[in-house]
Protein backbone atom coordinates (compact mmCIF):
# COMPACT_ATOMS: atom_id res chain seq x y z
CA UNK A 1 0.00 0.00 0.00
CA UNK A 2 3.03 2.48 0.94
CA UNK A 3 4.59 2.23 -2.64
CA UNK A 4 1.66 2.97 -4.12
CA UNK A 5 0.77 5.85 -1.77
CA UNK A 6 4.44 7.19 -1.99
CA UNK A 7 4.06 7.59 -5.57
CA UNK A 8 0.49 9.35 -5.90
CA UNK A 9 2.64 12.07 -3.24
CA UNK A 10 5.85 11.91 -5.93
CA UNK A 11 3.50 13.14 -8.70
CA UNK A 12 1.50 15.55 -6.35
CA UNK A 13 4.55 17.22 -5.61
CA UNK A 14 5.90 17.20 -8.75
CA UNK A 15 2.59 19.22 -10.14
CA UNK A 16 2.89 21.30 -6.78
CA UNK A 17 6.18 22.71 -7.39
CA UNK A 18 4.95 23.65 -11.05
CA UNK A 19 2.50 25.90 -9.76
CA UNK A 20 4.23 27.09 -6.96
CA UNK A 21 4.41 30.96 -7.30
CA UNK A 22 1.90 31.62 -9.89
CA UNK A 23 -0.55 34.27 -9.43
CA UNK A 24 -3.52 32.90 -11.62
CA UNK A 25 -6.73 31.89 -9.62
CA UNK A 26 -6.94 28.82 -11.33
CA UNK A 27 -3.56 27.30 -10.38
CA UNK A 28 -4.11 29.08 -6.91
CA UNK A 29 -7.01 26.47 -6.58
CA UNK A 30 -5.77 23.60 -8.24
CA UNK A 31 -2.61 23.91 -5.86
CA UNK A 32 -5.31 23.99 -3.08
CA UNK A 33 -7.01 20.97 -3.87
CA UNK A 34 -3.11 19.20 -4.35
CA UNK A 35 -2.10 20.32 -1.07
CA UNK A 36 -5.78 18.33 0.14
CA UNK A 37 -5.16 15.35 -2.04
CA UNK A 38 -1.68 15.14 0.01
CA UNK A 39 -3.39 15.68 3.29
CA UNK A 40 -6.31 12.74 1.99
CA UNK A 41 -3.14 10.48 1.38
CA UNK A 42 -0.73 10.44 4.28
CA UNK A 43 -3.81 10.04 6.25
CA UNK A 44 -4.03 6.40 4.81
CA UNK A 45 -0.67 5.69 6.01
CA UNK A 46 -2.01 5.48 10.08
CA UNK A 47 -2.48 2.06 9.88
CA UNK A 48 0.97 0.70 8.45
CA UNK A 49 1.37 -3.39 7.71
CA UNK A 50 5.28 -4.44 9.27
CA UNK A 51 5.64 -5.27 5.47
CA UNK A 52 4.75 -1.30 4.98
CA UNK A 53 7.17 -0.04 7.56
CA UNK A 54 10.05 -2.12 6.39
CA UNK A 55 9.70 -0.14 2.83
CA UNK A 56 9.61 2.89 5.39
CA UNK A 57 12.36 2.28 7.24
CA UNK A 58 14.61 1.45 3.81
CA UNK A 59 13.35 4.58 1.72
CA UNK A 60 16.21 6.28 0.38
CA UNK A 61 15.05 9.99 1.77
CA UNK A 62 15.25 8.67 5.27
CA UNK A 63 16.96 10.52 7.57
CA UNK A 64 20.61 8.74 8.03
CA UNK A 65 22.99 8.56 10.88
CA UNK A 66 25.21 11.71 9.22
CA UNK A 67 21.71 13.92 9.45
CA UNK A 68 20.67 13.21 12.87
CA UNK A 69 24.71 14.19 14.42
CA UNK A 70 24.00 17.43 12.20
CA UNK A 71 20.79 18.06 13.64
CA UNK A 72 21.20 17.13 17.21
CA UNK A 73 25.80 17.40 17.94
CA UNK A 74 27.34 20.38 17.70
CA UNK A 75 31.37 20.76 17.10
CA UNK A 76 31.36 16.78 15.73
CA UNK A 77 34.73 15.62 15.20
CA UNK A 78 34.91 12.43 12.83
CA UNK A 79 37.48 9.73 13.84
CA UNK A 80 38.30 7.33 11.29
CA UNK A 81 40.41 3.92 11.04
CA UNK A 82 40.65 0.91 13.35
CA UNK A 83 44.56 1.68 13.37
CA UNK A 84 44.74 -1.93 12.25
CA UNK A 85 43.92 -2.19 9.10
CA UNK A 86 41.93 0.63 7.01
CA UNK A 87 38.91 2.69 7.29
CA UNK A 88 35.40 1.71 6.40
CA UNK A 89 32.86 4.70 5.75
CA UNK A 90 29.70 2.59 6.61
CA UNK A 91 30.31 2.99 10.40
CA UNK A 92 30.34 7.05 11.12
CA UNK A 93 31.97 7.95 14.60
CA UNK A 94 33.55 10.63 16.68
CA UNK A 95 33.28 12.89 19.18
CA UNK A 96 31.29 16.30 19.69
CA UNK A 97 28.15 18.22 22.51
CA UNK A 98 24.75 17.25 23.10
CA UNK A 99 23.40 20.04 25.04
CA UNK A 100 26.85 21.12 25.88
CA UNK A 101 27.81 17.92 27.19
CA UNK A 102 30.74 15.61 26.18
CA UNK A 103 29.14 12.49 23.94
CA UNK A 104 30.54 9.91 21.96
CA UNK A 105 28.61 9.09 18.73
CA UNK A 106 28.89 6.21 16.67
CA UNK A 107 26.34 5.26 13.69
CA UNK A 108 26.02 2.67 10.26
CA UNK A 109 25.98 5.35 7.19
CA UNK A 110 24.42 4.22 4.38
CA UNK A 111 24.83 7.23 1.95
CA UNK A 112 22.73 9.69 0.29
CA UNK A 113 23.38 8.50 -3.75
CA UNK A 114 24.07 5.72 -5.35
CA UNK A 115 28.11 6.60 -5.29
CA UNK A 116 27.83 7.10 -1.23
CA UNK A 117 25.88 4.20 -1.36
CA UNK A 118 28.62 2.15 -2.86
CA UNK A 119 31.46 3.84 -0.93
CA UNK A 120 29.53 3.17 2.29
CA UNK A 121 28.59 -0.60 1.04
CA UNK A 122 25.04 0.51 1.40
CA UNK A 123 25.42 0.54 5.32
CA UNK A 124 26.92 -3.30 5.94
CA UNK A 125 29.85 -2.77 7.74
CA UNK A 126 33.02 -5.08 7.61
CA UNK A 127 35.15 -5.83 10.48
CA UNK A 128 37.24 -2.60 10.49
CA UNK A 129 34.02 -0.62 10.78
CA UNK A 130 33.16 -3.09 14.04
CA UNK A 131 36.73 -2.39 15.16
CA UNK A 132 36.60 1.39 14.42
CA UNK A 133 33.30 1.42 17.20
CA UNK A 134 35.45 -0.58 19.70
CA UNK A 135 38.24 1.98 19.66
CA UNK A 136 35.98 4.94 19.83
CA UNK A 137 33.97 3.18 22.87
CA UNK A 138 37.15 2.29 24.43
CA UNK A 139 38.11 6.48 24.11
CA UNK A 140 34.57 7.17 25.87
CA UNK A 141 35.04 5.02 28.41
CA UNK A 142 38.44 6.54 29.20
CA UNK A 143 37.38 10.03 28.93
CA UNK A 144 34.11 9.09 31.03
CA UNK A 145 32.42 10.20 27.96
CA UNK A 146 28.06 8.80 27.05
CA UNK A 147 27.69 6.76 24.05
CA UNK A 148 24.85 7.87 21.39
CA UNK A 149 25.07 5.38 18.49
CA UNK A 150 22.36 5.17 15.69
CA UNK A 151 21.27 2.29 14.01
CA UNK A 152 20.70 1.64 10.51
CA UNK A 153 21.63 -1.34 8.85
CA UNK A 154 20.70 -4.45 7.03
CA UNK A 155 23.39 -6.66 8.86
CA UNK A 156 26.87 -6.96 8.74
CA UNK A 157 28.54 -6.87 5.37
CA UNK A 158 28.59 -10.52 4.71
CA UNK A 159 31.30 -11.04 1.83
CA UNK A 160 34.31 -13.08 1.16
CA UNK A 161 36.71 -10.46 2.68
CA UNK A 162 35.26 -9.33 5.78
CA UNK A 163 34.85 -13.19 6.75
CA UNK A 164 38.50 -13.86 6.31
CA UNK A 165 38.90 -10.68 7.83
CA UNK A 166 37.52 -11.92 11.41
CA UNK A 167 33.46 -10.48 10.90
CA UNK A 168 32.27 -12.85 13.45
CA UNK A 169 34.70 -11.63 16.13
CA UNK A 170 34.77 -8.19 15.38
CA UNK A 171 31.13 -8.42 15.87
CA UNK A 172 31.80 -10.21 19.16
CA UNK A 173 33.94 -8.12 20.44
CA UNK A 174 31.66 -5.32 19.73
CA UNK A 175 29.05 -6.94 21.92
CA UNK A 176 31.43 -7.87 24.66
CA UNK A 177 32.78 -4.39 25.40
CA UNK A 178 29.31 -2.76 25.29
CA UNK A 179 27.71 -5.28 27.66
CA UNK A 180 31.31 -3.92 29.95
CA UNK A 181 31.30 -0.53 29.34
CA UNK A 182 30.93 1.69 32.46
CA UNK A 183 29.64 4.53 30.91
CA UNK A 184 25.96 4.97 29.94
CA UNK A 185 24.80 3.92 26.05
CA UNK A 186 21.84 5.13 24.18
CA UNK A 187 20.73 3.29 21.25
CA UNK A 188 18.51 4.45 18.78
CA UNK A 189 16.86 2.58 15.67
CA UNK A 190 16.60 4.95 13.21
CA UNK A 191 15.49 2.73 9.96
CA UNK A 192 16.96 -1.02 9.31
CA UNK A 193 18.21 -2.93 12.51
CA UNK A 194 19.50 -6.39 10.88
CA UNK A 195 20.88 -8.94 12.84
CA UNK A 196 24.54 -8.99 14.75
CA UNK A 197 25.40 -6.37 12.51
CA UNK A 198 22.77 -4.28 14.36
CA UNK A 199 23.11 -5.44 17.74
CA UNK A 200 26.67 -5.14 17.64
CA UNK A 201 26.02 -1.06 18.06
CA UNK A 202 22.77 -1.39 20.20
CA UNK A 203 23.37 -3.38 23.89
CA UNK A 204 22.30 -0.61 25.12
CA UNK A 205 21.05 0.99 28.77
CA UNK A 206 18.13 2.84 26.35
CA UNK A 207 17.25 0.99 23.58
CA UNK A 208 14.80 4.07 21.62
CA UNK A 209 13.09 3.30 17.58
CA UNK A 210 11.49 5.55 15.55
CA UNK A 211 8.02 4.21 15.15
CA UNK A 212 8.39 3.21 11.31
CA UNK A 213 11.80 1.86 11.91
CA UNK A 214 12.56 -2.21 11.96
CA UNK A 215 14.92 -4.75 14.48
CA UNK A 216 14.94 -8.62 13.49
CA UNK A 217 17.24 -11.36 13.15
CA UNK A 218 17.55 -11.17 9.61
CA UNK A 219 15.66 -9.53 6.96
CA UNK A 220 11.90 -10.56 5.73
CA UNK A 221 13.42 -11.53 2.04
CA UNK A 222 15.86 -13.84 4.32
CA UNK A 223 13.60 -15.18 6.63
CA UNK A 224 11.02 -15.88 3.61
CA UNK A 225 13.66 -17.88 1.94
CA UNK A 226 14.73 -20.15 4.54
CA UNK A 227 11.53 -20.68 5.83
CA UNK A 228 9.47 -21.05 2.51
CA UNK A 229 11.68 -21.11 -0.13
CA UNK A 230 10.51 -18.07 -1.29
CA UNK A 231 11.92 -14.46 -1.47
CA UNK A 232 8.71 -13.01 -2.78
CA UNK A 233 6.62 -13.56 0.72
CA UNK A 234 8.71 -11.28 2.38
CA UNK A 235 5.52 -9.44 3.03
CA UNK A 236 3.61 -12.31 4.91
CA UNK A 237 7.31 -13.01 6.60
CA UNK A 238 7.37 -9.06 8.23
CA UNK A 239 4.32 -9.71 9.82
CA UNK A 240 5.01 -12.49 11.58
CA UNK A 241 8.47 -11.73 12.67
CA UNK A 242 7.50 -9.44 15.37
CA UNK A 243 9.82 -6.76 14.04
CA UNK A 244 7.87 -3.30 14.13
CA UNK A 245 7.94 -1.06 16.92
CA UNK A 246 4.87 -1.87 18.82
CA UNK A 247 5.85 -5.81 18.65
CA UNK A 248 9.58 -4.95 20.29
CA UNK A 249 7.85 -2.72 22.99
CA UNK A 250 5.93 -5.33 24.31
CA UNK A 251 9.02 -8.14 24.12
CA UNK A 252 10.85 -5.70 25.78
CA UNK A 253 13.57 -5.16 23.44
CA UNK A 254 12.81 -1.35 22.68
CA UNK A 255 12.25 0.96 25.67
CA UNK A 256 10.34 3.61 23.90
CA UNK A 257 8.99 4.48 20.52
CA UNK A 258 9.68 7.91 18.94
CA UNK A 259 6.79 8.96 16.79
CA UNK A 260 7.42 9.91 13.10
CA UNK A 261 5.41 11.80 11.01
CA UNK A 262 2.41 10.27 8.47
CA UNK A 263 3.81 8.51 6.37
CA UNK A 264 7.45 8.19 7.44
CA UNK A 265 10.63 10.12 8.58
CA UNK A 266 11.42 11.49 5.02
CA UNK A 267 8.01 13.55 5.15
CA UNK A 268 9.18 15.90 7.56
CA UNK A 269 12.66 15.44 8.68
CA UNK A 270 12.99 18.42 11.50
CA UNK A 271 9.89 16.86 13.27
CA UNK A 272 12.12 13.91 13.63
CA UNK A 273 14.80 15.34 15.03
CA UNK A 274 12.85 17.48 17.32
CA UNK A 275 11.38 14.10 18.77
CA UNK A 276 14.73 12.07 18.86
CA UNK A 277 16.05 15.17 20.70
CA UNK A 278 13.85 15.32 23.40
CA UNK A 279 13.72 11.60 24.22
CA UNK A 280 17.26 11.65 23.70
CA UNK A 281 17.72 14.76 26.59
CA UNK A 282 15.16 12.65 28.53
CA UNK A 283 16.72 9.07 28.76
CA UNK A 284 20.34 10.80 28.98
CA UNK A 285 19.55 12.62 31.80
CA UNK A 286 18.08 9.09 33.69
CA UNK A 287 21.16 7.39 32.62
CA UNK A 288 23.71 9.66 34.10
CA UNK A 289 22.35 8.99 38.06
CA UNK A 290 22.86 5.11 37.20
CA UNK A 291 25.22 4.10 39.46
CA UNK A 292 26.39 1.43 37.81
CA UNK A 293 25.61 1.35 33.87
CA UNK A 294 27.24 -1.90 33.17
CA UNK A 295 25.10 -3.65 35.95
CA UNK A 296 22.02 -1.70 34.43
CA UNK A 297 22.62 -3.08 31.01
CA UNK A 298 23.26 -6.79 32.06
CA UNK A 299 19.73 -6.61 34.42
CA UNK A 300 18.22 -5.19 31.70
CA UNK A 301 19.29 -7.83 29.07
CA UNK A 302 18.44 -10.64 31.21
CA UNK A 303 14.80 -9.35 31.79
CA UNK A 304 14.38 -9.10 28.16
CA UNK A 305 11.19 -10.67 26.98
CA UNK A 306 10.49 -11.95 30.43
CA UNK A 307 7.46 -10.72 31.04
CA UNK A 308 5.90 -11.79 27.75
CA UNK A 309 6.88 -15.32 28.80
CA UNK A 310 5.32 -15.50 31.94
CA UNK A 311 1.78 -14.22 30.28
CA UNK A 312 2.27 -16.66 27.98
CA UNK A 313 2.97 -19.80 30.68
CA UNK A 314 -0.21 -18.55 32.15
CA UNK A 315 -2.62 -18.26 28.90
CA UNK A 316 -1.69 -22.14 28.72
CA UNK A 317 -2.43 -23.12 32.04
Not at 180 to 201: H, K
Not at 230 to 254: N, P, Q
Request: hydrophobic share 40%; proline share 4%; glycine share 10%.
Amino acid sequence: MIREIEEKIADIDAEMAKLSGSDQGASRLRYAQLVRDRSELLEACRDLSAGDKVYVARHAGRPGTADFINALITDFFECKGDRLCREDPSILGGVGFYHGLPVTVIGHRKGKDLQENMACNFGMPSPEGYRKAQRLMKQAEQFHRPIITFVDTPGAYPGLEAEAHGQGEAIASSLALMSSLTVPVISVIIGEGGSGGALALAVANKVLMLENAVYSVLSPEGFASILWKDSGRAGEAADVMKLTADDLLELDVIDQIIPEPLGGAHQNPAAVFSAVDRALYISLQQLLKLRSPAAHRYQKFRDMGLRYTVEARKDRT
